[in-house]
């Protein structure tokens, strides 16, 4: 601590001491009587005046100010202080350890002494003389200098890590800041609230943690800093609170430490963790840890939370026919779906391939989950541009809600994707939640995939034939061929009883394929023995399109089994036609059309064409439904279909004739051509040469 100069007064009574000898001579005795070590030195560097103290160290008032002097307690920079002062009246304070003479001569052990000059100044401003005085400061100069020492150390260490240290007192209002990282000082400072230096999408969270914050107990917070720059500035908080005397919070200590590099490097392993590297969404390991956080907050507070599963429909499709990059933009742009229709706390995460799932947290009721279900599938109707092509997209979505706490809610998943499979099951592009129920039929239905997998292996499944007629010259023009499954047990199966194997896009390519080359070699064998057939039908599955290759793989199979082009009719849904993929099925169909395989259009009034769109494929033959056929209220569809069909160059067939009446009603309107039991139910392969030569006698 330094010592201010000694001024006189400007002017005073009329009793003080006005001249300088006055003035000195006062000095000089105050030297003399006090009671620490002190001496006066006049401006011309004479020793003038000592006090007891001061001599008992062998110091007297008429010793000159020479080499005994400076050994003494000066070093020749104390010397040089000296003579600023007396010159310039600079005031000189420093710490030294000093080893006096004893009485006997001897050094003692060294002290430490404080050393201090100030000078006593004339009205005019000019030194007079300089109060010298020492005293020995050792066992409060140890501690002093130790605090010093670690004080320093203390700032090498916070400047070293880049630590600022900021303390707020919280009865007077004041604030202290270490210095140490001027950057972290410039957007630290806060007074009243804190959330002030925080991000604002950080401020949320850091609120909940400043309130759960106990008096006296340290806190770690790690926020992004608000600044108004915008530059990304993560910092790490350790915050306390200090009680006084009185049990009441004195102060306030947050130490801060820029974290920002840490950060990134965290996030960028995380990111190789937990990130999935197209869409840039979470990926299955971080769904997992979130999901089971999710379980914990359910089974610790009862939270309610909701899981969502979702699957896109065709997605196979997009990546063969328009390729893996247009399949790609179609996962990012559904990634910017999701994140716009769920909320910024719900995690949604991509699991591989085209599924996708959503964990919900925080929800009140079912409505809360689907709410944002049902704005996703709004968005998944807007048309997606890609390559300079727009196409469309849909997804089947499974919901699960856990509310039931006496249940395991790692249930969940497998809950949510049964759900899902039903939605797939229902036609796809929908959401459905789970029910209990749901179980038990995803359960038959896995079980009939897994026996219809074994009975394509055993070769249980064959072709049926049922007669097409024609109704003018009452011949039979053909036969469709019927998948039959052979079941050792149950006997023959008809496809209604294992649909579900249809609606499986890998199941139904082998039994389409199957049904295709059981019913080429069925024609091979026919032509061999001179059974004159006609055509033979065959059904083609949305599945089977979707190679892109359809009409190239069904030419080459033609022309392995020798089978003539206009020996086959390719029979195709509505919906295949006017679904996903429609340009494709055109192209197909077109370039089948031109080698001369005939093409019908199947169970037509089931889906959604209308014959407007039909004109744009080349279509033979139209074949309406049996549900209009055998249902009267629905004769004048027919008729309007029947004619119509005719004045587009197309040959229609009604399905689902069962009786003389009907093939009246329908000859009156014009029908070409009826399938029905009427004449036959479909029959194996060996009878149609015995049904073709007994037919019409």
């Known amino acids: 601590m330094t010592s201010t100069a000694v001024r006189t007064p400007v002017s005073t009574p009329s009793h003080d001491i006005k001249t300088p000898g006055a003035q000195m001579a006062a000095f000089e005795t105050f030297v003399r009587h006090a009671p620490f070590a002190a001496a006066l030195v006049d401006n011309a560097f004479r020793l003038t005046a000592a006090s007891p103290d001061w001599i008992s ?75 010298i005085t020492a005293r020995d400061v050792s066992g409060y100069a140890e501690t002093a200098l130790k605090a010093e020492r670690d004080q320093q150390r203390l700032k090498m260490a916070l400047e070293l890590d880049d630590l600022m240290v900021r303390e707020y007192d919280l009865r007077t209002g004041e604030i202290y800041c270490s210095g140490t990282s001027p950057e972290l000082e410039k957007w630290c400072l806060f007074k009243d609230d804190p959330l002030e230096i925080v991000h604002p999408d950080d401020r949320e969270k850091m609120a909940e943690l400043v309130r759960n914050r106990k008096d006296g107990e340290a806190q770690v917070f790690e926020f992004r800093l608000n600044r108004p720059d915008g530059v990304e500035t993560w910092v790490r908080s350790v915050g306390k609170k200090f009680l006084g005397a009185d049990g ?69 499709d997009i990546n063969d026919t328009l390729g893996h990059d247009a399949g790609d933009a179609l996962l990012k742009r559904l990634a910017e779906m999701l994140h716009a229709a769920f909320r910024s706390g719900d995690t949604v995460a991509r699991l591989g391939g085209d599924e996708f799932a959503v964990i919900l947290r925080g929800l009140h009721s079912e409505a809360d989950m689907m709410r944002p279900v049902n704005a996703l599938q709004d968005l998944l109707r807007r048309p997606i541009e890609h390559g300079g092509r727009s196409f469309s997209v849909s997804a089947s979505i499974g919901a699960a809600l856990h509310g039931d706490l006496d249940a395991d809610p790692s249930h969940m998943i497998k809950n949510a994707d049964i759900a899902l499979y039903r939605a797939k099951d229902e036609g796809r592009n929908r959401s459905v939640v789970f029910t209990p129920s749901m179980r038990s039929s995803l359960e038959q239905r896995i079980e009939l995939l897994r026996d219809v997998r074994a009975a394509i292996t055993a070769r249980e499944f064959v072709l049926y ?103 086959l009719t390719i029979e195709v849904t509505e919906n295949v036609y006017m679904g996903w993929g429609a340009e494709m099925v055109s192209d197909t169909v077109h370039q089948l059309h031109k080698a001369g395989v005939m093409i019908a259009l199947d169970d037509f009034g089931t889906g ?37 069909g005719g004045s587009m160059g197309m040959k229609v067939v009604a399905e689902g004739v069962e009786d003389q009446e009907q093939l009246d009603a329908l000859a009156d309107y014009g029908c070409d051509q009826i399938q029905g039991y009427h004449f036959s139910r479909p029959m194996p392969a060996g009878m149609v040469a015995e049904y073709l030569a007994g037919f019409g006698k």
């Not at 979130?290 to 009862?302: C, H, L, R, Y």
């Open 608 to 644: 959604y064409a209308s014959l407007a769109n039909l004109r744009q494929f080349p279509i033979d033959r139209l074949k309406i439904d049996k549900s209009f056929v055998q249902n009267a209220e629905d004769a004048a569809i027919v008729k309007a279909v029947i004619t119509l």
């Open 248 to 316: 009441q919070p004195e102060r306030l200590v947050n130490l801060f430490k820029d974290i920002t590099d840490r950060r990134r490097q965290t996030e960028a392993v995380e990111n190789l963790a937990f990130k999935d590297s197209l869409t840039g969404l979470p990926n299955r390991a971080y769904f997992n840890r979130k999901f089971q956080e999710a379980v914990d907050a359910s089974e610790i507070k009862g939270e309610l939370f909701g899981l969502i599963m979702i699957d896109v429909d065709h997605f196979k």
């Open 57 to 131: 160290h062998g110091l007297s008032p008429d010793l000159e100010i020479g080499d005994d002097f400076r050994r003494a307690l000066f070093s020749p920079e104390d010397v040089d202080s000296l003579e600023r002062c007396v010159a310039f009246g600079e005031p000189f304070s420093r710490y030294r350890a000093i080893s006096l003479p004893g009485q006997d001569g001897t050094l003692a052990e060294p002290r430490i002494w404080r050393t201090e000059f100030a000078a006593t100044l004339t009205e005019t401003g000019r030194t007079l003389a300089v109060i």
């Open 465 to 567: 034939y049922q007669p097409v007629v024609d109704i003018a010259s009452h011949s039979v023009a053909g036969f469709e061929a019927l998948m039959r499954w052979d079941h050792p047990e149950q006997g023959i199966l008809t496809p209604d009883r294992f649909m579900a194997a249809f609606e499986d896009q890998d199941l139904s390519l082998k039994l389409g394929d199957l049904a295709f080359d059981a019913a080429l070699a069925q024609m091979r064998e026919w032509l061999d023995q001179g059974v004159e057939f006609g055509r033979v039908a065959v059904n083609i599955s949305a599945a089977q399109f979707r190679s892109g290759r359809l009409a190239e793989e069904i030419q080459d199979r033609l022309g392995r089994w020798n089978v003539p082009c206009d020996r």
